[in-house]
């Protein structure tokens, strides 16, 4: 019995630091914040907590959660989504009503902040209205001053053949000035059947639709409309010839032919021109040239003037001199 009782004595103060080391652990873990361990029951070890672990994921799905930044699988949605309304925009013919759509909501709020165009002002018009200026540039009652691109507005008007320069300004927070350099119509084209309005530079500014153009000088041929001005300028100095001219025909893009109102033919030679038509003048002031009866004046030649007879003057001129051949020597003619 002592002796077991000096065991006992011995065995009990390790017990009583172990129960202590146990306290401390448990305290020092709630004072960070871990769960509370659960008790072993006697001598028996206490049973681990079960954890549910996720099947391994193939390699590259885990390489993407490494690799990949967080949330760019929403950027990527999204740019996904964009492209898809954008695709269905252009693939269904909407994009020009988006972004026309897109337009006028910004344009209708700059407008509501105070920047709506109240004022225009339009110098160097003349054959265009102030309507057909605005609506040339783009201007119209939803246009904001504030989005108002001035160069864009600039570079639409002188795409117009009207409009040979522009200048936009815009004053904020309501004011547009626009200053045009008009082009003037110049004499009428034909071309393949078709009958056009050319500037002195030979633009072509509109078909001939109205009768307001009628009494411009008429050019026709390939490249008459760039040649125009030259030629038509030097025919004005011979107003004799000018003033039966009807039509200046460009032949071969080298030379020039004029058909009076009469319906004479007149072929011009390539070089001299104006010496040519020097010649016609003076032959229609001494002999009434362009009132005789021929069809056709031919002057390609530099040293002979060729002329061709209607076929009445040349039967007319064909029995004249059967006469004269029939009549006896020595009688007067």
């Known amino acids: 019995m002592d002796g077991a009782g000096r065991l006992a004595e011995k065995l009990r103060p390790q017990a009583d630091l172990k ?7 448990v305290l020092l873990r709630e004072y960070l914040g871990f769960e509370r361990a659960a008790k072993p029951l006697e001598n028996k070890p206490a049973k681990r907590p079960v954890v549910d672990r996720e099947p391994p994921r193939p390699g590259i799905v885990a390489w993407i959660e490494r690799n990949v930044p967080r949330r760019a699988g929403l950027a990527a949605t999204v740019l996904l989504l964009a492209g898809s309304t954008y695709y269905g925009i252009v693939k269904g013919g909407h994009f020009d009503d988006f972004v026309t759509a897109v337009s006028d909501t910004r344009n209708a709020l700059a407008n509501s902040a105070g920047f709506r165009i109240t ?3 339009i110098n160097g018009r003349k054959q265009l209205s102030q309507d057909e200026v605005l609506a040339i540039g783009g201007v119209n009652g939803r246009s904001s001053l504030l989005f108002l691109d001035a160069t864009a507005v600039r ?4 795409a117009n053949p009207w409009i040979a320069d522009a200048t936009v300004i815009k004053y904020y ?8 350099v008009e082009r003037s119509a110049y004499a009428l084209w034909q071309q393949n059947g078709k009958l056009s ?3 002195e530079d030979g633009a ?3 078909p001939y639709v109205t009768r307001r153009f009628v009494s411009l000088p008429l050019v026709v041929g390939k490249g008459a409309e760039t040649h125009a001005h030259d030629f038509l300028a030097l025919l004005a100095r011979y107003p004799q010839v000018n003033a039966v001219t009807r039509a200046a025909i460009y032949v071969g893009e080298r030379r020039w032919n004029l058909r009076t109102r009469d319906g004479l033919d007149i072929r011009l030679p390539e070089n001299d021109v104006g010496n040519a038509l020097a010649t016609l003048s003076r032959l229609d002031k001494e002999d009434h040239l362009f009132s005789r009866d021929i069809v ?3 002057m390609r030649l530099s040293d002979r003037l060729t002329v061709q007879l209607s ?3 040349a039967k007319a001129r064909e029995e004249q001199l059967k006469k004269a051949t029939k009549k006896k020597p020595g009688e007067a003619a």
């Open 19 to 25: 129960a202590a080391a146990v306290g401390a652990v």
């Open 119 to 121: 004022t225009v002002a």
């Open 155 to 158: 570079d639409r008007l002188k």
């Open 173 to 180: 927070p309501g004011s547009l000035q626009i200053d045009i």
């Open 197 to 199: 309005v050319i500037a």
């Open 204 to 206: 072509v500014l509109e």
């Open 296 to 298: 056709a004046i031919d």
């Open 311 to 313: 076929d009445d003057a």
